[in-house]
């Protein structure tokens, strides 16, 4: 047997406030050091794993609205830099915008050196485009700089949930084992 009955994983460190299952190698030194029985042992590695499950849920809504943020960003992006293009040419831009969900009307923007962005809340504040460009690439790289730590995290919380996953088998099997074992010195 193993001279340590668990293993940490990832350094037995927490990531982000997630925290790191240990692997259990010798189930009877863990029930042991822990001083559980097998029931309250699964009941604390159950109530473990639903933990990781919530978490996991909130980085996954977390996920989904930084992936439908980043295309926001990217089509700002786009109309400033539509916008930056047609200044100075003399030529105005015709664009449909939507007023409402699914009701849009025709605009037609003759010279723009400004403008507006939602920084949220009902807030909407006037840039010049150059500063709108400059804040908006700020926003961008944070949020794919967010989605890859997310991504880092969620990766991180479901190989600890797989862990659990494992111990919370291979201590049921030993009580299992266990218990046959028992049943057999009886019948002998």
């Not at 009955?5 to 982000?16: I, N, W, Y």
Request: net charge negative; with cysteine.
């Amino acid at each position: 047997m193993a001279a340590a009955s668990t293993t940490a994983t990832a350094a037995g460190e927490e990531r982000r406030g997630i925290p790191a299952a240990s692997f259990v190698e010798d189930v009877q030194t863990y029930l042991t050091q822990s001083g559980l029985d097998v029931n309250a042992s699964l009941s604390l590695l159950q109530e473990r794993l639903q933990q990781y499950k919530i978490v996991e849920m909130k980085l996954l809504a977390q996920q989904r609205d930084l992936q439908a943020k980043i295309p926001d960003i990217e089509k700002c992006l786009d109309i400033v830099a539509t916008l930056q293009s047609k200044k100075g040419s003399g030529e105005p831009l015709i664009t449909d915008y939507e007023v409402s969900e699914g009701i849009y009307s025709r605009a037609r923007i003759e010279e723009a050196d400004s403008v507006c962005l939602w920084l949220g809340a009902n807030v909407m504040l006037e840039y010049s485009c150059d500063e709108a460009n400059a804040l908006l690439k700020k926003n961008l790289e944070n949020a794919k700089a967010s989605l890859e730590v997310l991504v880092t995290d969620l990766q991180f919380l479901r190989d600890q949930e797989t862990i659990t996953q494992v111990t919370i088998a291979r201590v049921y099997n030993w009580d299992v084992h266990q218990r046959r074992m028992k049943e057999a010195m009886k019948d002998t």
